[in-house]
């Protein structure tokens, strides 16, 4: 079986399409290629991973009135043609989210190949959107997003594929925290929170640490920040000239499942790759929602969180050092607090989703398909 999963721009995206990428290579020996964007996060993940990957001219699509909002029509037209030769010979496309997921949608569609999509967030995308009515299936991490999609469209809540290596966790938790202890200086039998903004880091977020950590100088508690590239000396430089808890600061981690192990709560944006790897991994958490992201959608990924009570929420407009020390506070000495939310947070979480996703996609392989259509091409 040949698949093409399509998608990228941010790790968010590329993450889920690798989990799924590896479940169809090692459960159903199925030849999968990547699609996504030459300058894109996937142009090194993907390959990285060892999963063939194809980049592609791609452009965001703008929910704005300017000249880069009117050009990237054109260049999502002008790459459809060069997707079509891509997706002639699969058996099914797979769209996982982000801009290049549009022209390899579009290709399959003129290619007569079934199309399944995925969504991240609890708001779709445009892009998504754009496809579902088209799609063979519409799945999602958050069950939210379903009453947001085209009412013909076969929606699945699936949850979002998370890699092996954060799925391990629960089972592996007692030997990756010491591994995490190890290697980054904490102790044990100390409360560990862990502080992440995502794939790039959340400045704001790095900020209200540096000036929390002073504050928690005198608390039993240990810091993982993870910051972005770009941030690091944000949370590095007050974590170590001043009065501050112990403090691991990192850009990122190749393996977070190790922070994930030790963590006991953790303060997060509300992408949608972070929620679903916490999730699974059991870790309660404050959610700070970016609130520049497209429609908002971190927010609402967040308040599917704090419904189920898995999480809290903090609005950015009301993140301060001061609120994050309470936040902090609060959750690090409730401890039958964080035992409720860890719990939720599993019992939200859906850890075969790569396999559901798969099975969604064999299935899409498999239907009958209409009259003269073959999944081969056809008239035009």
């Not at 290579?25 to 996937?42: K, Q, Y």
């Not at 496309?93 to 399944?116: D, H, I, N, Q």
């Not at 594929?161 to 799925?167: G, I, T």
Request: overall charge neutral.
């Amino acid at each position: 079986m040949k698949v093409v999963i399509a998608g990228g721009g941010t790790a968010g995206h590329v993450t889920p399409g690798l989990a799924l990428a590896s479940r169809l290579i090692e459960d159903h020996d199925a030849d999968v290629l990547f699609v996504g964007a030459r300058t894109g996060f996937e142009a090194h993940m993907v390959p990285d991973a060892g999963v063939a990957f194809r980049g592609i001219e791609a452009a965001p699509l703008y929910r704005e009135l300017s000249w880069r909002a009117a050009r990237a029509p054109w260049v999502a037209w002008r790459s459809v043609s060069t997707c079509r030769p891509l997706v002639r010979d699969a058996d099914v496309v797979v769209g996982v989210g982000g801009y290049v997921s549009v022209p390899t949608g579009l290709a399959a569609r003129r290619e007569r190949v079934p199309l399944v999509l995925h969504e991240q967030n609890a708001v779709p995308s445009l892009a998504n959107r754009l496809l579902a009515r088209g799609a063979a299936a519409v799945a999602s991490t958050f069950a939210d997003a379903a009453g947001r999609f085209p009412s013909r469209a076969r929606f699945v809540h699936t949850g979002g594929p998370v890699r092996e290596a954060v799925r391990s966790v629960p089972a592996r938790r007692a030997e990756l925290a010491a591994q995490a202890r190890a290697a980054f200086g904490l102790a044990e039998g100390v409360v560990t929170v862990l502080v992440m903004g995502g794939s790039q880091g959340a400045l704001r977020l790095d900020r209200a640490l540096a000036g929390a950590l002073p504050r928690l100088a005198d608390e039993p508690i240990q810091v993982v920040a993870l910051t972005g590239a770009d941030h690091v000396d944000v949370v590095a430089a007050p974590a170590s000239i001043g009065p501050a808890p112990v403090t691991y600061v990192a850009p990122f981690l190749d393996r977070i499942e190790l922070a994930y192990a030790v963590a006991d709560f953790a303060v997060a944006r509300a992408g949608a790759g972070s929620i679903a790897e916490l999730a699974v991994c059991g870790v309660p958490a404050v959610l700070v929602p970016y609130p520049h992201a497209t429609a908002n959608h971190q927010e609402a990924n967040a308040r599917e969180l704090v419904r189920a009570g898995a999480a809290d929420l903090v609005l950015d407009r009301d993140l301060s050092s001061e609120r994050l020390v309470g936040c902090i506070l609060e959750v690090m000495h409730d401890w039958d607090r964080r035992e409720r939310m860890g719990a939720a947070m599993s019992a939200w979480a859906r850890p075969d989703a790569d396999e559901r996703l798969a099975a969604l996609a064999i299935e899409a392989a498999r239907a009958p398909r209409a009259p003269g259509d073959d999944g081969r091409g056809g008239p035009q």
